[in-house]
């Protein structure tokens, strides 16, 4: 379990292990990264509105760039883009009127950062 580490050793000994650390917390932080961005994905494509179906099936997650330390996704529509805010907020009709909005990219986004905090926490408690 431990080592025996000389005096004079003893700084390079504890900057090794938190680096091992880090690597390890890194790797965490990054699967929970990815299994928040599906989160989001899959609570968008099931509460989106749907007439065709073809809104919801277009929301994709895209790796936006990734470190040894950090990765950034991002959770988006590859083909149906013009239409989220539209959908999201509402929008006037041609001939007058008001089409609602339904929101369903919000709550997802909010229920991925949820999500997001606590499998870092989960991860850097066990370990």
């Known amino acids: ?46 509460n989106a509105p749907k007439d065709t179906g073809e809104y919801a099936k277009s929301w994709v997650v895209k790796k936006t760039k990734e470190s040894s330390s950090s990765l950034t996704l991002t959770v988006h529509s590859k083909n149906r883009y013009q239409l989220a805010h539209l959908l999201e907020y509402g929008h006037a009709k041609r001939n007058g009127g008001r089409v609602e909005g339904k929101a ?5 986004e909010e229920k991925g950062i949820r999500k997001l905090e606590e499998e870092i926490e989960r991860s850097m408690r066990d370990g």
């Not at 369903?104 to 997802?108: L, Q, V, Y």
């Open 1 to 46: 379990m431990g080592q025996t580490v000389q005096i004079g050793k003893l700084a390079d000994a504890v900057m090794e292990t938190l680096e091992e650390y880090a690597d390890l917390a890194a790797e965490d932080v990054k699967q929970a990264v990815r299994d928040a961005g599906e989160t989001v994905r899959k609570e968008i494509r099931a």
């Open 104 to 108: 369903h990219i919000a709550p997802a």
